[in-house]
């Protein structure tokens, strides 16, 4: 069984012909719809809107609380935590050699703080209800 190819050939070609174009009912040959108006375009050198906010009704926030400051015993764990991997990237990068007794007590340093701060943990669990959430 062979198929029509004539008709659908021609299928194709009345596709192609009218492409780009609506073919129009009876009932779609009444007037189209008039297009909407365009509004005011903007050119890029134009200032904003106003959005019609006065001084007296914007929010202001009050300014942020001092950030609070560690006690000298830890300050002194964190510098070892973060300060005597610091002071030994910068001489290997560096390409200095280092005492022993330097890079001992340096290693020491790390301990000694990263040990005090899990000990200084406060042990109570977190209430379960609270998000962290202040107001």
């Known amino acids: 069984m062979q198929r029509e190819q004539p008709d659908e050939d021609a299928a194709w070609q009345a596709i192609v012909d009218n492409y780009g174009e609506r073919v129009l009912e009876p009932e779609d040959q009444a007037e189209p719809a008039a297009a909407p108006e365009p509004g005011p375009v903007r050119q890029p050198d134009d200032e904003p ?13 009050p300014p942020p609380p001092p950030l609070p400051r560690p006690t000298p ?12 991997p610091a002071v030994l990237l910068v001489f290997v990068v560096a390409g200095v050699g280092i005492p022993s007794l330097v890079g001992w007590a ?10 005090y701060l899990v ?15 202040v107001l």
């Open 49 to 61: 809107p106003e959005l019609g906010y006065d001084d007296e009704d914007s929010f202001v926030p």
């Open 73 to 84: 015993d830890r300050l002194l764990a964190w510098l070892g935590v973060f300060g005597s």
């Open 106 to 115: 340096l290693v020491g340093a790390f301990l000694v703080g990263f040990g």
């Open 119 to 133: 000990l200084t943990m406060p042990s109570d669990p977190r209430d379960p209800w609270d998000d962290g959430a």
